[in-house]
């Protein structure tokens, strides 16, 4: 439920995030219940355009139909008669919930332009560490899409490399995180050499590095909910088979 209210609370105070929490704790779930929270609640019923890789594209299909089977929702892939079909017939009368779809679909020179003709509520994207380079098909093509929110999924968002953490929060927060330049030079300005090639430079690198991961906890707290498994299990008690009801969302 913590994970559910996160959520929530970005909707609220429309703000983007990044779920970040390590594979097993359900982070697919979680945007579900997110979803049939803003149905139900929010009357907000869309549209919500979730994007994940192929090979969990079935997966997720089959996660909403046994969460939530009353979503309507549109499975944009196979051939391209079958894709035009959809869109002619469901997606451009917005006769759906949600549209579940794959990066190669996203991309497509014929998919995309009419795919970004909509203005969707919520982007969802799943394995949101693939957006880690400014530069890349990907992040260039999602730039031509709007939406009112913005969530990604991801088991690692803190990259090694500032420039591909800047790529993430200019998705997320573009007005704020708008110059990879300046935010390159924000992390790097208290480790520039002075010079001397002095020999404790290297011996400095693994503090650098921790300076600079605690300041970009210090920035992205409020847009990153980072769960470990072995943190999340260690605070559950073992439940007896009638402690299990109904839960009422938030």
Same mark, same amino acid.
């Given at each position: 439920?913590?994970?559910?209210r996160w959520l929530v609370s970005l909707y609220n105070n429309h703000l983007n995030g990044i779920l970040a929490d390590e594979m097993g704790l359900g982070k697919t779930v979680q945007v579900i219940a997110l979803i049939c929270y803003l149905m139900e609640t929010k009357n907000d019923r869309?549209?919500?355009?979730?994007?994940?890789?192929?090979?969990?594209?079935?997966?997720?299909?089959?996660?909403?139909?046994?969460?939530?089977?009353?979503?309507?929702?549109?499975?944009?892939?196979?051939?391209?008669?079958?894709?035009?079909? &959809?869109?002619? /017939?469901?997606?451009?009368?917005?006769?759906?919930?949600? @549209? $579940?779809? %794959?990066?190669?679909? !996203?991309? *497509?020179?014929?998919?995309?332009?009419?795919?970004?003709?909509?203005?969707?509520?919520?982007?969802?994207?799943?394995?949101?560490?693939?957006?880690?380079?400014?530069?890349?098909? &990907?992040?260039? /093509?999602?730039?031509?899409?709007?939406?009112?929110?913005? @969530? $990604?999924? %991801?088991?690692?968002? !803190?990259? *090694?490399?500032?420039?591909?953490?800047?790529?993430?929060?200019?998705?997320?927060?573009?007005?704020?995180?708008?110059?990879?330049?300046?935010?390159?030079?924000?992390?790097?300005?208290?480790?520039?050499?002075?010079?001397?090639?002095?020999?404790?430079?290297? @011996? $400095?690198?693994?503090?650098?590095? !921790?300076?600079?991961?605690?300041?970009?906890?210090?920035?992205?707290?409020?847009?990153?909910?980072?769960?470990?498994?072995?943190?999340?299990?260690?605070?559950?008690?073992?439940?007896?088979?009638?402690?299990?009801?109904?839960?009422?969302?938030?």
């Amino acid at each position: 439920m913590n994970g559910l209210r996160w959520l929530v609370s970005l909707y609220n105070n429309h703000l983007n995030g990044i779920l970040a929490d390590e594979m097993g704790l359900g982070k697919t779930v979680q945007v579900i219940a997110l979803i049939c929270y803003l149905m139900e609640t929010k009357n907000d019923r869309g549209p919500f355009l979730v994007v994940v890789p192929s090979s969990v594209l079935p997966g997720w299909e089959s996660e909403i139909n046994f969460w939530a089977p009353s979503i309507l929702k549109i499975v944009y892939s196979g051939p391209p008669e079958e894709r035009r079909r &959809l869109f002619k /017939e469901k997606i451009v009368h917005q006769k759906f919930n949600v @549209l $579940l779809t %794959t990066y190669e679909y !996203l991309m *497509n020179k014929h998919d995309r332009p009419k795919l970004s003709k909509l203005q969707w509520h919520y982007i969802i994207i799943d394995e949101g560490h693939r957006i880690k380079n400014a530069s890349c098909k &990907l992040n260039a /093509e999602l730039k031509h899409y709007r939406s009112n929110h913005r @969530l $990604l999924l %991801t088991g690692t968002p !803190l990259q *090694n490399n500032l420039e591909e953490l800047w790529a993430l929060l200019n998705f997320l927060l573009p007005n704020i995180f708008n110059s990879s330049e300046d935010f390159s030079q924000w992390f790097n300005k208290p480790f520039e050499s002075n010079g001397d090639n002095s020999p404790d430079e290297a @011996l $400095l690198s693994e503090e650098e590095n !921790l300076l600079v991961i605690n300041r970009l906890h210090q920035v992205l707290r409020p847009f990153v909910l980072r769960r470990l498994k072995h943190k999340v299990f260690d605070g559950i008690t073992m439940l007896s088979n009638q402690d299990f009801r109904r839960l009422e969302f938030l």
